[in-house]
Structure formats: C-alpha cells, structure tokens
C-alpha cells in the first residue's frame, strides 16, 4: 500500500529556514522522480521542486535559489531544504511522485502534508 509521510513542517519568521523529510513506502521508490508539492488557502496545489530518478532537479521560479530538493534511496526518502523563508511560502507541503501516485480507480494519493507558517 503506498503511503506518504511528510514532516518537519512548522512556524518560522521570514528568512527563516526549515527541513521537509518525507518518508515513502509501498511502490517503486528509486524508479520514480518525487516531487514536493504546496497547497497555499484558497489555491490550487502546486508542484514546487522535483527530483528526478537520475538526481536531476527542477523548481518553479518563485523558490529558486531558495528551496533545495534532495533524495535518498536507501531510506525511500524525499527531503526540501527551506531557506530564505517569505509569507507567500505559508502553505501545506506534500510530496509525491511526480506525476503524482494514482491508483487502479484512478484515486491520487496523498499524505496529511506538514504545514509551514512564514510570519512574523
């Protein structure tokens, strides 16, 4: 069964840093490029970095320079190292495959999320 753990998540002032880990079980961890993914109110979820099987990676231009996506194998884990924080990172934080994990029903998993609050 796939399953989705974030954490690490928390209140922090701006420019402010914080460290995202997200524990995955039940597919093909080292197969598949991982992803973190934010869900700020009132907005739809976004891709914000992703990781690639090959450790290449990629991020929307707003965290840039900012956010660093890494992964570890071994562990079948998917880190995001925060840094710099501003108001407008203020979201949940998922991750997931990128495409995300969807199932025979077509049903997308997804994990609880680990909040992060950028205020002062």
């Known amino acids: 069964q796939v399953r989705l753990v974030e954490s690490g998540g928390g209140l922090v002032q701006p420019g402010g840093s914080l460290r995202l880990s997200c524990a995955a079980s039940g597919f093909f961890f080292a197969f598949n490029d991982m992803a973190w993914y934010r869900q700020a109110p009132g907005k739809q979820r976004e891709l914000v970095a992703s990781v690639g099987s090959g450790n290449k990676t990629n991020y929307i231009d707003p965290v840039k320079g900012r956010f660093t996506i890494s992964r570890d194998n071994s562990k079948k884990a998917v880190y995001l190292q925060l840094n710099s924080l501003k108001p407008e990172d203020t979201a949940v934080y998922y991750c997931?495959?990128?495409?995300?994990?969807?199932?025979?029903?077509?049903?997308?998993?997804w994990g609880q999320g680990t909040q992060v609050t950028v205020s002062s």
């Open positions: 997931n495959a990128d495409p995300p994990l969807t199932s025979v029903r077509a049903t997308q998993y």
